[in-house]
């Protein structure tokens, strides 16, 4: 049957093959996304079929140092969920998974337990189990400002570990872990603070254990950079930190404090600090009298210029910030002038200081015994 079309309006040869050619190409991009559609759903329920029966859990063996307090009458359970909210055990399916397999796992008692975050849930039940010395025992407490000997009293009492055992430690001062800059001198860098006793804790791991929270604190305060800033060594501050912590208490004098003291070292004047020959002479007293100002320790620093030769106390970390940051200002003296409330006057000339200075007398004499006691 012949064409009624015009000859004219057929479409010509090369037309037909260009339409032709179109909808091949058409065919060929829906084969092909059919295709790739078919690989990604393919591909991603391979990869969840793949997940399907993993559980989260933490590669371990673990990071830092935590204390989880396990509660009279807890329950497993409960004692998972502690671990993944201290971020120990990563999830409670991995927890219940360790439980699970491990038939001790209803022995774990109440207390306190020395463990680490990002561990796998099964060396965290491990240790809960069978603690040995990561079970607490108690805590000990060693307060700010304290000299060396003091801190071994406390400790004593704190832990009922024997003096004896301190004093042999503290002879083998490189095995302490001490900061570089320490010079291998305990003095001023036995953290004061509360610290977790383990069972299978000695007069080693203890003062170790301190000196590892001077190195955090000292971190946290920048205290080797600031040091550089500062044109002084590390060392250096923590004598500065030392004095601070004997001389004031109030928050906003402390940085002052530190000034004054870099400002007349950087004059070359002496010091002049009672704290320093109360540590000196051991005294047990508030102030200093003319006699024991006469002492020829390095440590008088009314008679010798600088720094003393060490730290005179254990800074904490607010005196260790204020030694790293001191205050701005032009100060050459300070007084304390009022013992109950620690009030504390800053003078830029020995005439103003002086006046200062009559105020303390005047506070001395009506406080009678405060100031020699």
């Known amino acids: 049957m012949t064409s009624m079309l015009d000859p004219d309006l057929r479409p010509s040869p090369a037309r037909e093959f260009v339409h032709k050619g179109k909808g091949c190409l058409a065919v060929l991009v829906a084969a092909a996304v059919l295709v790739f559609g078919a690989y990604f759903v393919y591909d991603r329920a391979g990869g969840l079929l793949a997940g399907w029966g993993e559980v989260a859990d933490y590669p371990g063996p673990g990071k830092g140092s935590i204390t989880v307090t396990v509660p009279e009458g807890a329950t497993v359970s409960q004692i998972g969920d502690i671990l993944v909210e201290d971020k120990v055990v990563q999830s409670e399916q991995a927890w219940n998974e360790a439980v699970t397999s491990e038939e001790r796992s209803t022995s774990i008692q109440p207390g306190r ?75 001023g860098f036995l953290f004061p603070d509360t610290y977790e006793l383990t069972a299978g804790a000695n007069a080693t791991s203890v003062l170790k254990q301190m000196a590892a929270r001077f190195d955090d604190v000292a971190t946290e305060v920048d205290l080797v950079d600031q040091a550089k800033k500062l044109d002084r060594s590390p060392y250096e501050l923590v004598i500065v930190a030392s004095i601070i912590e004997k001389e004031v208490r109030a928050e906003g004098d402390r940085a002052k404090v530190a000034r004054v003291l870099y400002n007349r070292l950087d004059k070359g004047e ?30 008088n620093t009314y008679k010798y210029a600088g720094l003393p030769p060490g730290p005179i106390s254990a800074p904490g970390k607010a005196a260790l910030e204020a030694a790293a940051s001191p205050a701005s200002g032009k100060w050459m003296y300070f007084v304390t002038v009022n013992f109950d409330t620690g009030e504390t006057k800053f003078a830029n000339t020995l005439a103003e200081h002086n006046q200062n200075v009559k105020e303390f007398q005047a506070w001395c004499q009506a406080k009678k015994g405060r100031c020699d006691s």
């Open 270 to 299: 002496p010091l002049g600090l009672d704290s320093t020959v109360i540590y000196a002479e051991n005294l047990k007293t508030n102030t200093t009298t003319p006699e024991d100002r006469a002492s020829t320790s390095k440590y």
């Open 113 to 187: 337990y020395v463990m680490q975050t990002e561990m796998r849930a099964i060396d965290a039940l491990t240790l809960l189990i069978n603690p040995g010395e990561y079970r607490v025992r108690a805590q000990f407490t060693v307060q700010e400002g304290l000299r060396l000997t003091a801190q071994v009293d406390a400790l004593v009492k704190g832990t009922k570990i024997k003096k004896s055992a301190f004093e042999k430690a503290l002879d083998k001062p490189k095995s302490l872990g001490l900061p570089s800059y320490a010079k291998n001198r305990p003095e």
